[in-house]
């Protein structure tokens, strides 16, 4: 298993999610609480530009606008986010965050989790197919059951930014069941 050529795998589908936006849809609502299409494609953005950051072992700063090419704006990130993975010794690192170190191999995950549950976000705000990559929803659910406790959730004016799970039938589709373990309702 590589977990770069799986990390670049999420960011082209999220790429390609965003890519398939129309312009009249920036101010649909999403299925991430306030956030319109637009908040939450620069989100999007923004938080693959703070991975490279991190992940190049820097500190935290803004990505800046979004500009009105969102696709650009999202590939220029994700290819910034590449080639920090791809530096040498970055998989043998720790990874500073906002509650402490974590080995490379979680940091991978965590941002392919959010890849992916953002992915579909956009997807389903726009109309676009929800059934993405199972093999990603698939280490993406895997990643959330190991991590996100009970602790992690809550409502938006609490200052959590994941939503209780939501419960959905065992048989659902699978980007279904990733959408309710990330505290959206997939119906």
Same mark, same amino acid.
């Given at each position: 298993?590589?977990?770069?050529?799986?990390?670049?795998? &999420?960011?082209?589908?999220?790429?390609?999610?965003?890519?398939?936006?129309?312009?009249?849809?920036?101010?649909?609502?999403?299925?991430?609480?306030?956030?319109?299409?637009?908040?939450?494609?620069? $989100?999007?953005?923004?938080?693959?530009?703070?991975?490279?950051?991190?992940?190049? !072992? !820097?500190?935290? $700063?803004?990505?800046?606008?979004? !500009?009105?090419?969102?696709?650009?704006?999202?590939?220029?990130?994700?290819?910034?986010?590449? &080639?920090?993975?791809?530096?040498?010794? &970055?998989?043998?690192?720790?990874?500073?965050?906002?509650? +402490?170190?974590?080995?490379?191999?979680?940091?991978?995950?965590?941002?392919?989790?959010?890849?992916?549950? $953002?992915?579909?976000?956009?997807?389903?705000?726009?109309?676009? *197919?929800?059934?993405?990559?199972?093999?990603?929803?698939?280490?993406?659910?895997?990643? +959330?059951?190991?991590?996100?406790? *009970?602790?992690?959730? !809550?409502?938006?004016?609490?200052?959590?930014?994941? +939503?209780?799970?939501?419960?959905? *039938?065992?048989?659902?589709?699978?980007?279904?069941?990733?959408?309710?373990?990330? +505290?959206?309702?997939?119906?």
């Amino acid at each position: 298993m590589d977990p770069i050529a799986d990390l670049v795998r &999420a960011l082209d589908q999220t790429g390609r999610v965003i890519a398939a936006v129309l312009p009249g849809q920036a101010t649909l609502p999403t299925p991430c609480r306030s956030w319109d299409v637009r908040a939450l494609v620069a $989100h999007i953005v923004d938080e693959v530009h703070q991975f490279a950051v991190v992940t190049a !072992g !820097g500190k935290r $700063h803004p990505a800046g606008d979004l !500009g009105p090419d969102w696709s650009a704006a999202y590939q220029a990130a994700a290819d910034e986010l590449v &080639a920090a993975w791809r530096a040498p010794g &970055a998989l043998d690192r720790k990874i500073r965050l906002p509650f +402490g170190e974590v080995p490379a191999s979680w940091t991978i995950d965590q941002q392919l989790a959010e890849l992916v549950i $953002h992915a579909w976000d956009v997807a389903k705000a726009t109309g676009q *197919p929800t059934d993405l990559d199972p093999a990603l929803g698939e280490r993406a659910l895997r990643w +959330g059951h190991a991590n996100l406790k *009970p602790e992690f959730r !809550g409502d938006e004016a609490d200052g959590q930014h994941i +939503g209780p799970e939501v419960s959905v *039938p065992e048989d659902a589709p699978l980007y279904d069941r990733v959408a309710a373990f990330g +505290g959206r309702d997939p119906r």
